[in-house]
C-alpha cells in the first residue's frame, strides 16, 4: 500500500485508482479457500481433527460414512457453513437436522463436537466449525479409501440452519438423472461431479424404506423394478422383507465392501445391483452410463475425478474473511 502512495505522490486520480486496485486484490484474495489456512493460527487443527476422526472409525467405520454424507448435506444447503450442524433452539425450533433428508440417519455429530472441544482448548475461536467438518470428511474419505488429499480452508460458520431448505436443496433417492443434473447445477456442479460423488455410495448404509417400493410395489405392471438384477433383487427381498419393517431395517449400499471408498459401486450399478432409484440411474441413462462403465473399469481415472469434485463441493458458497464467525460451539451459534 506504502508502495502505490509512493508512486503516486501528488496524484489523485492515481492514488484513488491504485487504492481501487488494491481493494479489489484485497477482496480477491480474501474470498478463497487455502490449503494450510491454519499453519500459523493453529498449526496442529488438522492433525486434531484426523485423531478424532480415526478414532471414531476405529471404533464404527460408518461413522466414516455419516461424515462424508453430513459435508455433502452442508455445503448443498447455504454453502459448506456447518448450518448442518446447528441444533433446533426455542427460537429457531425447525433446524437442517429435523428434515426427512437429514434427522434420522444423519450420523457422526459428536466426533466433530470431540474434535471442537479439543480446538477449543488449544486454540479458541480459531478454527470453524465448517472447516472440522471438511476435514473430517476428508480424512474418513482417507481412511476408508486410502486417497489423500489437500483440502483448502478458511471457512466461516453461517447463524441460520432451516429444515425446509435442507428439504428442497437435498436430492431425493427417487431422482432422475435430469433432477439430478438440475440440483447439482444449482450448486455448481455437473454431471461428471454427480457421478464421481456418488461413488461415496459404497460405503455407508440406507433405511430399507428408501428403495423397497422397487421390490415389492414398483408399478402396476411390474411389481419388481426391471433395471435391478433378478437375483440381487431377491436376496435383498430376504433383508428388507416388507414396506412395514422397512422404516426401521437398514442395508449397506455396497454389500460386497461396505467399509471400503472403492469403485465396487459402480460395478454394482454395471450389474443392476443399484439399491436407490438414483444411483441405479446412473447407469441406465445416456446422460452418464458412459461414465459409471468407465469409472467401474478403471478405479485410477475414477479416485481423481472424486477428489476434485469434492474439493468443488467444499467450496459452494463459503462464507469467508469477516463473512460469518467461527463458532464456539459446533451446535449453537455464538451469541
Ligand atoms: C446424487 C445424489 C444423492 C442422493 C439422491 C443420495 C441419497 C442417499 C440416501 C437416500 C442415503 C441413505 C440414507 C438413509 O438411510 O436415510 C445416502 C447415504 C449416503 N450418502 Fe448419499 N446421496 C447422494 C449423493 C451423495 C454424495 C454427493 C455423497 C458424498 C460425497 C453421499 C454420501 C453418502 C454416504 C457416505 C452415505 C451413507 C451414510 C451412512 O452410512 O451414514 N451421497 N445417500
Ligand atoms: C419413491 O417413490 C416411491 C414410489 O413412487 C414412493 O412410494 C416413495 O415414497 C418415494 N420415496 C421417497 C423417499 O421419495
Ligand atoms: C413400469 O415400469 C416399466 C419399467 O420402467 C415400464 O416399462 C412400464 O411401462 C411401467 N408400467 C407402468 C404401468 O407405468
Known sequence: MAYFIIICKHNMPCLIFCLFLYLSLCIISTATLDIGYYQSTCPSAEAIVRRAVNRAITQDPGLGAGLIRMHFHDCFVRGCDASILLDSTLSNPSSEKESPANGPSLRGFEVIDEAKAELEIICPRTVSCADILAFAARDSVQELGGISYNVPSGRKDGTISIKDEATTNIPSPNSTVEQLQQMFSNKGLNLQDIVALSGAHSIGMTRCSLFSHRLHTFNATHLQDPSM??????????????????????VPLDGLTPSRLDNKYYRNLVKGRGLLASDQALMDSPLTSKMVKRFAKYGRVWMPTFVDAMTRMGSIEVLTSSQGEVRRHCRIVNL
Open 229 to 250: 438384477e433378478v437375483k440381487f433383487a431377491s436376496e435383498m427381498k430376504d433383508k428388507c422383507p416388507s414396506l412395514a419393517a422397512s422404516e426401521q431395517v437398514k
